[in-house]
């Protein structure tokens, strides 16, 4: 979502500290909630560029370097494992 609408605060915490992020599809509303604070809101029908994108399926984090320690919680519908995520 970064490269469709920057986040409004800077919120990351400093190294060697967690971050806690939350991303949200309701329907067609992204939201991203950074260390309990939220940053970005987008509705893929106000948003040209957010009108290919899927609502459903796998969720993939990037790294621009270094190392990055992760711990996912994902939450939503049961699903087996090795199937996608879905909201």
């Known amino acids: 979502l970064y490269s469709v609408r920057g986040a409004s605060e800077r919120v990351g915490r400093p190294a060697g500290r967690w971050n806690n ?3 949200t599809c309701a ?3 992204w939201t ?3 260390n309990g ?3 970005v809101t987008v ?3 106000k948003v ?3 009108k290919d994108r899927l ?3 796998f969720l993939g984090f990037q790294n621009h370097g270094g190392q990055v320690w992760e711990r996912c919680r994902p939450r939503g519908e049961e699903r087996r494992t090795g199937e996608p ?3």
């Open 21 to 23: 992020l939350e991303v």
């Open 27 to 29: 329907g067609k509303i």
């Open 37 to 39: 604070t939220p940053v």
């Open 85 to 87: 995520w879905r909201n």
């Open 32 to 34: 991203v909630i950074h």
């Open 48 to 50: 040209p560029a957010m």
């Open 55 to 57: 609502t459903q399926g």
């Open 43 to 45: 509705d893929a029908d």
